[in-house]
């Protein structure tokens, strides 16, 4: 490439013998792709289709595993297009439009996760003023800001990134996320400290309230024997997506920041685990823990068994 084409282009240097696996690549990661599309598309349907599943808990679901489809169309589209193409590049506003998508949506997971964790307090913890709290209106609020608040917050660093004047054209990885720091000519106090700020909101504080929340579940539910189950059902689904969500998270926002020279097959593995663990990991959860999700889902099923034969 000319040095105006690698003024606009970025490449990525993250694929580990992508030219001679390349269909190899390409067929599993559209077989994924295909499931979390179905799998989650199904779920959300499940649950807007049947009436007695419009209640907070499962409007919840529904929005974290719409997240998980918008995660997964910004995402692999582009990897299937570079698994074929013979150079991986991606232009720099597409570079940034996807690394705004990447933790738009990652900061909005962790709110959803967060509301979720209050929605069970209030439930099993104050179940007299359930309905009280959790009307339609509080319900509309929460889902307003666990899309706007992030959107807005992050916005902030792409356009300060836009600002920033970038020396290097190649990334490590296969995507755009944190790692697009590395090609600044000079790292940006400023955008260190507001992600630093941007951590705290999104990771942090989801985390602790979570923590919170779900030692109090615990309390009541060892106090009461009678809602010990009924917390148990509900609640360790959002335990178990929480704790695979985090544990990914982590190692993607620290990896840039501690700067540690991984092999390229390592870092290959772990963004493949990001991309594909917890948008898979979602409906599989929800489908299966959830008790009236998953009643649905077999009369879905046996509905087309019945219908093919």
């Keep these: 490439?000319?040095?105006?084409?690698?003024m606009t282009y970025i490449t990525f240097g993250g694929h580990v013998e992508v030219h001679e696996y390349r269909y190899l690549y390409f067929v599993f990661m559209f077989t994924v792709y295909?499931?979390?599309i179905s799998s989650n598309v199904t779920i959300v349907c499940i649950i807007i289709i049947n009436k007695n599943?419009?209640?907070?808990?499962?409007?919840f679901i529904a929005a974290l595993l719409i997240n998980s489809v918008l995660f997964s169309t910004a995402i692999y589209p582009k990897l299937l297009i570079?698994?074929?193409?013979?150079k991986q590049i991606i232009s720099?506003?597409?570079?940034?439009?996807?690394?705004?998508?990447?933790?738009w949506l990652g900061g909005s997971d962790f709110l959803l996760l967060s509301i979720m964790a209050y929605d069970r307090y209030v439930s099993i913890c104050n179940p007299l003023q359930y309905?009280?709290?959790m009307q339609k209106t509080t319900v509309n609020m929460f889902l307003f800001l666990a899309w706007i608040l992030p959107a807005c917050l992050f916005s902030v660093t792409i356009i300060l990134s836009a600002m920033t004047e970038i020396c290097k054209f190649h990334l490590k990885g296969i995507l755009c996320n944190s790692t697009v720091q590395t090609l600044y000519c000079v790292r940006s106090r400023t955008l260190n400290i507001y992600g630093l700020f941007l951590l705290v909101i999104y990771v942090i504080l989801p985390v602790l309230f979570i923590l919170f929340t779900y030692t109090r579940i615990l309390v009541v539910s060892y106090r009461c024997r009678g809602v010990r189950r009924r917390a148990a059902q509900t609640c360790l689904p959002h335990l178990l997506v929480l704790i695979n969500f985090f544990c990914l998270s982590a190692y993607d926002v620290l990896l840039p920041r501690l700067e540690l020279d991984s092999p390229q097959i390592v870092r290959l593995v772990m963004t493949l685990q990001f991309v594909i663990y917890h948008p898979l990991f979602n409906p599989i959860?929800?489908?299966?823990k959830m008790r009236r999700i998953y009643d649905h889902l077999k009369k879905l099923?046996?509905?087309?068994?019945?219908?093919n034969r």
């Design 53 to 59: 599943l419009h209640e907070p808990m499962y409007i």
């Design 301 to 307: 099923i046996f509905r087309m068994l019945i219908f």
């Design 34 to 36: 295909m499931l979390i």
């Design 82 to 86: 570079d698994f074929l193409s013979v």
């Design 1 to 6: 490439m000319d040095y105006r084409l690698n």
């Design 131 to 133: 309905t009280t709290i």
């Design 92 to 103: 720099y506003p597409a570079c940034l439009f996807q690394w705004f998508s990447y933790y």
């Design 285 to 288: 959860i929800y489908g299966l």
